[in-house]
């Protein structure tokens, strides 16, 4: 029977950044047009969360059942290590879907815009199908893509459409950057992988590019958020060179993986890029507000 911190353990709550800091950014973008709504801002922060957490446990159980968590390095794997039913593990995934489906309903019930539905629905086949199915396309290198989309774009400008009805060149080009910092944490931990995910037929980006196509695919995704971050001062405010801040966190992460690190000593490397991420969003959000 798994304890309570081994059930937390297999949400891995490390990766919550990710689904943090798109909201906050989509609820700052909304601050500067004036049409901030604090509860909705908070019902997608609850979308966010519930499928992140939902997404985490439905790997453990696709990856447990196929075999391909048993020889792991990092975080707890509730099913590859035999403490928890892969029932369990799946209902508890569906759990946290379900109530991402709920809070979701909300925000389409109270912005009026029913086609949102839809995005909601993709969002769920892409939860799902990461790892889940006869042909799960996280085992064919595309995972860092759907990252991206799922955990940038999507959550942003969704967070700000819900509240505003609108979608602001700001949102956009800020919603690059997270997405890359997310792209960026799921890259350290295919790295990391890279060994036992050959081995069990696992064709992530990072197989695929092979350790130095993989070590640059995580640093390019790690340094765009900056270039972003100029981007954005020199069209709306210097306000924004407050992002900058985030490469005090992640650059110790890109020495490590240029220099060669692996297995175990890419655990802090996954955690720091998503604190990287969380402090880019604090402090974009804040220049949003500001500026």
Same mark, same amino acid.
């Given at each position: 029977?798994?304890?309570?911190?081994? %059930?937390?353990?297999?949400?891995?709550?490390?990766?919550? $950044?990710?689904?943090?800091?798109?909201?906050?950014?989509?609820?700052?973008?909304?601050?500067?047009?004036?049409?901030?709504?604090?509860?909705?801002?908070?019902?997608a922060l609850i979308?966010?969360?519930?499928?992140?957490?939902?997404?985490?446990?439905?790997?453990?159980?696709?990856? !447990?059942?196929?075999?391909?968590?048993?020889?792991?390095? +990092?975080?707890?794997?509730?099913?590859?290590?035999?403490l928890v039913p892969?029932?369990?593990?799946?209902?508890?995934?569906?759990?946290?879907? !379900?109530?991402?489906?709920?809070?979701?309903?909300?925000?389409?019930?109270?912005?009026?815009?029913?086609?949102?539905?839809?995005?909601?629905?993709?969002?769920?086949? !892409?939860? %799902?199908?990461?790892?889940?199915?006869?042909?799960?396309?996280?085992?064919?290198?595309?995972?860092?893509?759907?990252?991206?989309?799922?955990?940038?774009?999507? $959550?942003?400008? +969704?967070?700000?459409?819900?509240?505003?009805?609108?979608?602001?060149?700001?949102?956009?080009?800020?919603?690059?950057?997270? +997405?890359?910092?997310?792209?960026?944490?799921?890259?350290?931990?295919?790295?990391?992988?890279?060994?036992?995910?050959?081995?069990? !037929?696992?064709?992530?980006?990072?197989?695929?590019?092979?350790?130095?196509?993989?070590?640059?695919?995580?640093? =390019?995704?790690?340094?765009?958020?900056?270039?972003?971050?100029?981007?954005?001062?020199?069209?709306?405010?210097? %306000?924004?060179?407050? +992002?900058?801040?985030?490469?005090?966190? =992640?650059?110790?992460?890109?020495?490590?993986?240029?220099?060669?690190?692996?297995? $175990?000593?890419?655990?802090?490397?996954?955690?720091?890029?998503?604190?990287?991420?969380?402090? %880019?969003?604090?402090?974009?959000?804040?220049?949003?507000?500001?500026?």
């Open positions: 029977m798994a304890t309570v911190a081994q %059930w937390m353990a297999g949400a891995r709550v490390r990766t919550l $950044p990710n689904s943090i800091s798109p909201v906050l950014v989509g609820a700052g973008a909304a601050v500067a047009i004036d049409g901030f709504v604090w509860w909705q801002a908070l019902l979308v966010a969360l519930a499928f992140q957490v939902g997404v985490n446990y439905a790997n453990d159980y696709s990856d !447990g059942i196929r075999g391909t968590d048993t020889e792991r390095v +990092g975080p707890l794997r509730l099913v590859g290590s035999g892969p029932a369990a593990v799946r209902t508890a995934a569906f759990a946290c879907f !379900g109530i991402a489906c709920l809070a979701g309903l909300g925000l389409v019930i109270s912005s009026g815009q029913w086609w949102l539905i839809a995005v909601g629905f993709v969002c769920l086949l !892409g939860a %799902w199908y990461y790892t889940g199915g006869k042909n799960p396309y996280g085992y064919v290198g595309l995972g860092e893509l759907a990252v991206f989309l799922f955990f940038g774009p999507v $959550p942003v400008l +969704g967070t700000l459409y819900v509240q505003t009805g609108r979608v602001t060149w700001l949102a956009v080009i800020a919603s690059i950057a997270l +997405g890359c910092f997310s792209a960026a944490v799921l890259a350290s931990n295919n790295l990391r992988d890279r060994p036992t995910d050959a081995e069990s !037929g696992k064709r992530t980006m990072a197989v695929r590019l092979g350790d130095q196509g993989a070590r640059t695919f995580y640093a =390019v995704l790690a340094l765009i958020p900056f270039v972003v971050t100029f981007v954005l001062a020199f069209l709306a405010s210097p %306000w924004f060179l407050l +992002g900058l801040f985030a490469a005090l966190k =992640v650059s110790p992460s890109v020495r490590a993986v240029y220099s060669g690190a692996v297995g $175990p000593a890419l655990i802090p490397v996954l955690k720091d890029t998503g604190i990287a991420m969380l402090i %880019w969003a604090v402090a974009t959000t804040v220049a949003a507000i500001v500026s």
